[in-house]
């Protein structure tokens, strides 16, 4: 048996048959040159190779959550979607619990579901404004809520 190549993308080594999700992940931890550090979560929302976000419900939490994480915590980065549509990834300035991390997102999303527009949906400040819904965010976002308290097991049993 050939063992697999380790690869330059942190993701393409990740088993995905082998993940429980929704769950909250440190993929990457970085220390830059100047000796701030970067870290790189894993936000899944569906089972990798089973399930899915439709786009404009991808696109509507990626709004929402980069403008709603920004009132909880000033060390939001990014928050960007997975081309698989499974998921997103956080990244955070400096170091971070998983516990912080995960009371940051259950806040931003608690707003989502108090959110009654899309941020910035609309031609001038985004590149497809008609391409969202608060309605698919908002279940999307009901149901990472109600697993909060398997967000930390990543991995099936």
Known sequence: MTETPRMNVESFNLDHRIVAAPYLRLADRKQLPAGDVIVKYDVRFAQPNVAHLEMPTVH?????????????????????????????YLILQGEHSVDEVAALVQATLEDILAADEVPAANEVQCGWGANHTLDGAQRAARAFLAERDAWTTVFAA
């Open 60 to 88: 509507s939490l990626e709004h929402l959550f980069a403008e709603k994480s920004r009132n909880h915590s000033d060390r939001v980065i990014d928050f960007s979607p997975m081309g698989c549509q499974t998921g997103f």
